[in-house]
């Protein structure tokens, strides 16, 4: 996520509910970085070791990860890469579950996509039933 983007998400955040952004507040409180909070919030922990070190890494130099991809989730602690789409530990990129989308009846085609289209989950890929999930 880069400046701009991080930005932008602040800035809707501070108009969220009073109790949401209390929640908030206690990561906040916690002494995290502007990028840090976001992380811990569009991120999550590690699946591999469970480490809250994480980040969304735009600037990934493994696999031949496209730069600027924020789809890709890193734990500073082990190194772990996954797909933050589908949740799989990534080996290589792309990502195995954007061919099964690709071809999917189901699925808009990455033009639609581009206009704010989602598949029939949502764009949550966690829970497609025809990706298979390690």
Do not use: N
Request: aromatic fraction near 6%.
């Amino acid at each position: 996520m880069d400046e701009k983007q991080q930005d932008a998400l602040w800035a809707g955040l501070t108009k969220l509910p009073r109790e949401i952004q209390e929640r908030m507040g206690e990561l906040i409180e916690q002494g995290l970085s502007k990028e840090e909070f976001l992380s811990a919030l569009m991120v999550g922990p590690c699946p591999d070791c469970g480490s809250e070190k994480t980040r969304d890494d735009d600037d990934v130099q493994a696999l031949g990860v496209d730069p600027g991809d924020t789809t890709v989730g890193v734990c500073l602690d082990c190194g772990y890469l996954w797909c933050l789409e589908c949740g799989d530990g990534l080996i290589s990129w792309p990502c195995s579950h954007w061919d099964i989308c690709a071809s999917c009846a189901d699925c808009p085609t990455e033009e639609e996509m581009e206009q704010g289209a989602l598949c029939p989950f949502g764009g949550q890929e966690s829970v497609c039933p025809k990706i298979i999930h390690k």
